[in-house]
């Protein structure tokens, strides 16, 4: 078959199923193929990996994806696209198509069952309104995982890869700092879809760390402290922590925590890094009875 990330193909294919975009399920189908070289490229993909496609559309990524892995999931959850599916990815006998809300898939017994429990690599041109939710959960949930390949919208991907102090830098960049390695692929216009989102995009690599980047005692608190030190923008951690409806410590406690973390009483949360999260994470996990 011709190829999907041809414009004309792809507005003949939806044409001849009579297929109406939804909004509400960020369809932007991609029509660049030096766009899908460059996914490609980043995610690495070779003929040893499973690959797990989260919304294939119209099938445009899987067909490459196809060709390049050993074998590919794509789990699509508007039906309306699996009769097109089963047409354009037809001559691949290493697809399998999954008709699901990615978010209530077992993606680990997904990839026990078709790759033996060895890691797996996630590509995708993702829809744009679950972004955080979907890479959240592939990190949290123990999914094996060898890197996260995705695009999505720029601005996302930039507060993804953000350096303490910046104006980026966020309790985003530190969740996924804290489970990957970002590197930033590519920029990617609005014209390299149909139909055209409001918003730039990026491709970004989340390479998955075997072992986070630091040691902590209690992981959940950490991240308590991080949505809280980043809940109120320009306030100092001391006030951030006090007002957060997520932690009850007290100002001395939370002064006397600054001090033995080796923290200014002034300091804001914006320019921690994560290791200084984990260190003050550390000290309130040992203050607490
Ligand atoms: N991969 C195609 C491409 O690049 O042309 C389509 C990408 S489009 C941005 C996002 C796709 O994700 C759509 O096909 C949409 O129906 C699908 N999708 C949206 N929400 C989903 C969900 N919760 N689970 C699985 N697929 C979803």
Redesign the pocket.
């Known amino acids: 078959m011709e190829k ?1 990330s041809n414009p004309q193909k ?1 507005i003949e294919v939806i044409k001849k199923h009579g297929f109406d975009f ?1 909004k509400k ?7 660049d193929e030096h766009v ?1 070289d460059k996914i490609i490229a980043a995610a690495g993909i070779t003929k040893e990996d499973f690959v797990l ?10 067909q490459r994806l196809a060709e390049a892995a050993c074998e590919v999931a ?5 039906r309306k ?1 699996i009769p097109i599916l089963q047409e354009t990815l037809a001559e691949y006998d290493n697809v399998t198509i999954i008709n ?6 077992d993606i680990a017994g997904l990839a026990r069952e078709k790759n033996g429990g060895l890691p797996i690599k996630v590509v ?7 972004t955080t939710p ?1 890479i959240m959960s592939l990190f949290e949930s123990g999914v094996p995982l060898l890197s996260v390949t995705v ?1 999505i919208q720029k601005e996302v991907a930039l507060r993804m890869q953000a350096r303490p102090g910046t104006k980026d830098y966020g309790a985003l960049s530190l969740a996924v700092q804290y489970y990957a390695e970002p590197y930033l692929a590519a920029n990617v216009p609005q014209n390299c ?2 139909p055209r ?1 409001n918003v730039g995009s990026a491709v970004i690599r989340l390479t998955r760390y075997a072992k986070p980047p630091v040691r902590v005692k209690d992981e959940k608190l950490m991240f308590r402290l991080i949505r809280a030190s980043f809940g109120q923008r320009r306030k100092t951690l001391l006030n951030g922590l006090k007002n957060s409806p997520e932690l009850t410590y007290s100002r001395e406690d939370i002064l006397d925590a600054l001090v033995r973390a080796g923290l200014p009483e002034n300091v804001r949360g914006e320019t921690l890094t994560l290791e200084q999260f984990a260190a003050l994470a550390d000290v309130f996990a040992d203050m607490q009875p």
């Open positions: 999907l792809t939804q399920f960020g369809q932007n189908f991609l029509i899908l496609e989260i919304g294939p559309g119209i099938g445009t990524m899987t794509a789990v699509e959850i508007d696209l699901m809300d990615v978010l209530k898939l995708a041109n993702l829809p744009y309104y679950i979907i695009m879809f149909i989102p």
